[in-house]
């Protein structure tokens, strides 16, 4: 009967195992379009219908922008290339139900080597066919 209890709870970890690999990929390659610039990349995991949000943390507190996928991609894509940039994903906290996943980032953010900001990023995703999509992401900032 131990042995049964056993192999029942090794496949239920190894399915929810491989759920957040299959998440994690999504923002991976996400990440991996920012910092190569490559709009292309970054948009092969958005959603049609994307929110993008951040919060800038101030003195008063903080203050909501809305970014559109397209503004996102152009700013990316507008980085002269002489300029370095580098998101650090610090962690990753992935929960997920069914075709809904919630993945939670702090990070830092480096401009030429130099820490420019940092904060969490909050993603959601939906898994659309065979793929995890970015359905709405909010991130924080804070000055250092």
């Known amino acids: 009967m ?14 929810m195992n491989a759920q957040d690999t299959e ?6 390659i996400f990440f991996e379009g920012f910092h190569e610039r490559d709009t292309v990349k ?16 101030g003195k008063y507190g903080g203050t909501l922008s809305v970014e559109s996928a397209v503004g996102l991609t152009q700013s990316i894509a507008s980085i002269p290339k ?19 996943a919630h993945v939670w980032t702090p990070y830092e953010f480096y401009i030429n080597g130099k820490l420019s900001h940092s904060g969490v990023n909050s993603f959601v ?20």
Request: some cysteine; proline content about 1%.
């Open 125 to 144: 995703l939906f898994k659309a066919k065979d793929s995890w999509r970015i359905t709405y992401c909010i991130d924080t900032r804070q000055q250092p």
């Open 42 to 57: 970054m948009q092969s995991v958005f959603a049609k219908e994307i929110v993008l949000h951040s919060i800038a943390e």
């Open 82 to 100: 002489n300029v370095t940039f580098q998101e650090k994903l610090l962690a990753y906290k992935i929960l997920v139900d069914g075709s809904l």
């Open 23 to 28: 998440v994690r990929k999504a923002i991976d």
């Open 2 to 15: 131990k042995k049964l209890i056993l192999i029942v709870v090794c496949f239920v970890f190894a399915g």
